[in-house]
């Protein structure tokens, strides 16, 4: 399966700021990237799909604005938080098709964002 | 779209025991079923998967079958022990190639007492 890196593994700020997640893809080339939220105790529930080169497809309800991801190479793509709140604080994850000779999805080791 | 229900929340088995969670999809176009295993804090892990061509397949301890015409899977794990606690995923995925995008059910938090 695919190997995926996900930086930072938690992080604390303060309400009003700006928060930048990575997510890399360290042994393929990946065209399309899933940003997961998951709140304590709930389901992975899909926010957008990441797409190199072109636009996000955000789920209904998502804010694009909010959530804003960049996914300019092959290798990377990233989710800001921009202007957080506290509501904001859950467990974001990312995830990666397996590659071409697998169906699964291997995922990040997820971003705990705390927002005070 | 899709929409996945998994049953129980909870389940609570003593260790040795079997555990048996239940998952229905509605989609009749999904083909593909995998299991995740998520401990507290950490990612989700694939332990297991099916396909639609497929109505049964074993891991080990762990099994998982599937009925096309109920629209039903169950992940089976036999003989429990104390690090198989964590909350279980099902989901459902339609596609091809590696695009797959899978809709998750709620999640089973399973704890095996030793």
């Known amino acids: 399966g695919a190997v995926v890196s996900q930086h930072p593994s938690w992080v604390i700020c303060k309400s009003g700021t700006s928060v930048k997640i990575e997510c890399r893809s360290l042994d393929f080339q990946a065209t399309t990237m899933f940003w997961y939220r998951q709140f304590p105790k709930q389901s992975l529930m899909l926010m957008a799909t990441?797409?190199?080169?072109?636009?996000?497809?955000?789920e209904q309800g998502v804010e694009k604005d909010k959530f804003l991801i960049n996914h300019a190479s092959l290798t990377l793509s990233t989710l800001t938080v921009t202007s957080a709140h506290p509501e904001d604080s859950s467990f974001y994850i990312c995830?990666?098709?397996?590659?071409?000779?697998?169906?699964?999805?291997?995922f990040g080791s997820g971003t705990r964002l705390t927002v005070v | 779209g899709e929409n996945v229900e998994q049953h129980p929340s909870t389940l609570s088995v003593q260790e040795g025991d079997s555990a048996v969670i239940k998952c229905t999809y509605s989609?009749?176009?999904?083909?593909?079923f995998p299991w995740y295993k998520q401990e507290l804090g950490k990612r989700p892990q694939l332990i297991i998967d099916?396909?639609?061509?497929?109505g049964e397949k074993k891991d080990q301890r762990i099994a998982v079958t599937l009925n096309k015409t109920a629209k039903h899977f169950s992940l089976h794990i036999t003989e429990t022990q104390p690090e198989d606690s964590a909350v279980y995923f099902c989901a459902a995925s339609k596609g091809s190639g590696g695009s797959y995008i899978p809709t998750f059910g709620r999640g089973t938090s399973l704890i095996v007492h030793p």
């Open positions: 099916i396909r639609s061509n497929v």
């Open positions: 995830s990666l098709p397996g590659g071409a000779s697998n169906y699964g999805y291997t």
């Open positions: 989609d009749s176009a999904s083909n593909y």
């Open positions: 990441s797409n190199e080169g072109s636009k996000a497809t955000y």
